[in-house]
């Protein structure tokens, strides 16, 4: 099945299923991608698919390109609901993280005061020390969680390095409440293996870690674009549904996307 890669370092905007008018902001190459995860239902494609020697682009870069079109935007009388800091693969990698936050929340204020600044992340570096600053100062640190077991997690978000899901729970634990929990159900095979993430055995568990982290907020979503896995499946409307009711009887705001 196709994916595709964002072509240029501002993209957009887009109707986000979650965020509503989104503006994106890619901290990736614009040949390839780069990502501390392989997930199988990803978007742009596998690593080996789309991988690029290509640096990642300079926040200063970035920042003039997001300032450019905003203030197009602002010409037009138009605004964004959120900036979004995502891309082709994992945003946090880019060494120059913590300046693109600093110049987007900069933009925000200048030209779109409305609208909030998000990331999208994996997590996985959530807890260097100057990432996790960073993320402080989004409007929405939206991170991601599709499961607390550890075969699951190999065979669904296929991490590329060393990945402690316990220790991931404790850095989201240690946002007291700043941190929107993102979390997709599935279903399916890849490689005639079995995937599907929404039983008891594996929704269980993943409610017992949201309260340890206490989130503001979960969002939970199935496949909504093209996968490079053409045996994934949705998870059904019913069964988001249900995982919704069982996190806000712990008393955190739950919202679905089909």
């Known amino acids: 099945m196709s994916t595709f890669l964002h072509s240029s370092l501002v993209y957009g905007p887009v109707h986000s299923r979650r965020l509503g008018v989104s503006l994106g902001v890619n901290l990736n190459p614009t040949e390839g991608k780069h990502c501390s995860f392989d997930c199988v239902y990803c978007e742009n494609g596998t690593n080996s698919q789309r ?40 945003p946090t990698l880019n060494p120059d993280f913590p300046e693109v936050v600093n110049g987007a929340l900069r933009l925000r204020d200048e030209l779109c005061p409305t609208a909030k600044v998000a990331v999208l992340s994996n997590a996985t570096r959530a807890g260097d020390p100057r990432v996790h600053a960073a993320l402080l100062r989004v409007d929405d ?69 949201l309260e340890r982290i206490a989130p503001q907020a979960v969002t939970v979503y199935t496949i909504a674009r093209e996968t490079p896995y053409p045996g994934l499946r949705k998870a059904s409307r019913a069964t988001l549904d249900g995982i919704c009711q069982r996190v806000r009887a712990l008393g955190i705001p739950c919202s679905a996307s089909y």
């Open 51 to 90: 991988r690029t020697s290509a640096p990642f682009p300079s926040g200063e870069r970035i920042v003039a390109a997001l300032g450019q079109k905003l203030r197009q935007m602002a010409a037009e009388g138009v605004s964004p609901d959120v900036v979004t800091l995502a891309g082709n693969g994992e």
């Open 141 to 209: 640190n939206i991170l991601k969680l599709d499961t607390v077991d550890p075969d699951a997690i190999r065979r669904i978000d296929r991490p590329v390095g060393p990945y402690d899901v316990d220790q991931v729970v404790s850095t989201l634990a240690s946002f007291d409440g700043h941190v929107i929990v993102q979390t997709i159900f599935l279903g399916g095979e890849v490689d005639g293996r079995p995937i599907d993430n929404t039983g008891e055995r594996y929704v269980a568990p993943w409610l017992r870690a």
